[in-house]
């Protein structure tokens, strides 16, 4: 069983930029949730995706969006950046949200500097 | 909504001293909690779960047992190694997502 799945480890970018972040699902996974953890502090929820149609959102501005699809892998882009997007990007897979005791099993991170 | 606050940091302790890490919630009705842990530069892995009330969850030979009466989810270990120094998360479901304690960083001396 192959687990979640982040690209890439470290990107470091300019103010202004634009970034794309890449998840792949844990097998037989078919949503996929993004958090920001910024340094010191827990996981703040960005957004999530079941079925290639986004599941629910926190509170983060519009220049955060997301894809996922056919095969429930993921992207998180996130343009114009500022200095306060500089954080680890986590994804997270699950089976089906909604079922009590479902669990969201996290990828690696994406360290994401912006300078 | 549902919350869970969970104890400050950070936690030093010896080798094979007893651990616990306090962790209370807020919510509607039974959800599942959880704790996570965080090594050093790397990401969140599941530590362990419990899906009602009573139920207790363990691995590693960490230990958590859903209270209703106190609301509360305190991690436990009764010897740590070093190799536990990380940051301790207790989550529950809020909708679609899970919301966090602020986390609690723990380091073991030998």
């Known amino acids: 069983e192959t687990g979640v799945t982040q690209s890439p480890t470290h990107l470091i970018k300019t103010r202004g930029q634009q970034v794309t972040l890449r998840c792949s699902s844990q097998?037989?996974?078919?949503?996929v949730s993004w958090y920001q953890q910024a340094l010191g502090q827990g996981p703040q929820f960005i957004f999530q995706?079941?079925?290639?149609?986004?599941?629910g959102r926190g509170n983060f501005p519009p220049r955060f969006s997301g894809l996922q699809f056919p095969n429930y892998s993921s992207e998180l882009n996130v343009n114009a950046l500022e200095l306060d997007d500089s954080a680890l990007y986590l994804c997270?897979?699950?089976?089906?949200?909604?079922?009590?005791?479902?669990?969201?099993?996290f990828g690696p991170g994406t360290r994401l500097t912006v300078l | 909504g549902n919350s869970v606050t969970q104890m400050e940091g950070p936690v030093t302790l010896s080798e094979e001293a007893f651990l616990t890490i306090n962790c209370t919630y807020t919510a509607t009705g039974y959800p599942s909690l959880f704790w996570y842990v965080q090594y050093p530069g790397e990401g969140l892995q599941l530590l362990l779960k419990?899906?009602?009330?009573?139920d207790k969850g363990s691995n590693k030979g960490f230990e958590a047992t859903y209270r209703k009466e106190t609301t509360s989810f305190h991690l436990e270990k009764g010897s740590v190694q070093v190799s536990d120094s990380a940051v301790y998360f207790c989550?529950?479901?809020?909708?679609?997502?899970?919301?966090f304690g602020q986390g609690t960083r723990l380091t073991i001396n030998p």
């Open positions: 989550a529950l479901p809020r909708a679609q997502k899970l919301v």
């Open positions: 097998s037989g996974h078919n949503t």
């Open positions: 419990a899906t009602k009330a009573d």
């Open positions: 997270a897979s699950s089976l089906v949200w909604g079922v009590e005791g479902d669990t969201q099993y």
């Open positions: 995706y079941y079925r290639e149609e986004e599941n």
